[in-house]
């Protein structure tokens, strides 16, 4: 079936600096693209979301961009802070299945001091 | 925005028994209901989809008489685990699907004994 490839798997960076987490997916149909940030314990939270027709989204330190040629999406988080310390999450939509999603399999950041 | 809650939020259980987790929307209606599991370290997979007042759709390769899902109302859907094992032991997370946008809920923290 149609699945939602993520890399890296883990990530460490120092405080300050920037980090970048892509995902490609293979749905030509797919048209809604969000980033969930999970912290150990909890439910996945949503940071940022972008849909097909945009290229590119920011809301202040997070951006994501969206290539729907090459069907690839990528979160950057600049000035980074050991709070962002988490499992991030990306997902694409499924076509003609409502509101479901396929997410990829996790990258874990790590923002040391 | 959109609150969701799940009870409980962690449970233990015995190997063959039965438990109930139940996901409310507090503050909107939902129609739709998508079920996760998420193994530790891994990411999430769409276990079934619950509508209400009518049969929920499961996943392939997901038991749909050993997940008993019901969605009787717009805020309640729960999910039953009967006779469950120690493999089952899984964290359990509902998202309302009437909307991409909508959020988790914190997630149920099973494990059979």
């Known amino acids: 079936g149609e699945n939602v490839e993520q890399h890296p798997s883990t990530l460490s960076v120092q405080e300050g600096d920037s980090a970048v987490i892509k995902c490609t997916y293979s749905?030509?149909?797919?048209?809604?693209f969000p980033w969930y940030k999970q912290e150990l314990g909890k439910g996945p939270q949503l940071i940022i979301d972008?849909?097909?027709?945009?290229g590119e989204k920011k809301d202040q330190r997070i951006a994501v961009t969206l290539n729907k040629t090459a069907k690839h999406f990528s979160l950057h988080i600049t000035e980074t802070q050991p709070e962002d310390s988490a499992v991030y999450f990306c997902?694409?939509?499924?076509?003609?299945?409502?509101?479901?999603?396929?997410f990829g399999k996790g990258t874990s950041l790590l923002v040391t001091p | 925005g959109a609150v969701v809650s799940q009870h409980p939020s962690w449970v233990i259980c015995k190997s063959g028994t039965s438990v109930k987790i139940e996901c409310r929307s507090l503050d909107f209606q939902a129609t739709t209901m998508f079920w996760y599991r998420q193994f530790p370290k891994q990411s999430l997979m769409l276990m079934a989809t619950s509508n209400e007042g009518s049969k929920a759709t499961y996943e392939q390769g997901v038991e749909k008489d050993k997940f008993l899902i019901n969605h009787a109302s717009l805020t309640l859907s729960t999910l039953t685990v009967t006779s469950a094992h120690p493999e089952d032991s899984s964290f359990y997370i509902c998202?309302?699907?009437?909307?991409?946008?909508?959020?988790f809920g914190p997630g149920t923290r099973l494990t059979v004994t």
């Open positions: 972008i849909r097909s027709n945009v």
């Open positions: 997902a694409a939509s499924i076509s003609n299945s409502g509101y479901a999603l396929n």
């Open positions: 998202r309302p699907g009437d909307t991409y946008e909508q959020y």
């Open positions: 749905d030509s149909a797919s048209n809604y």
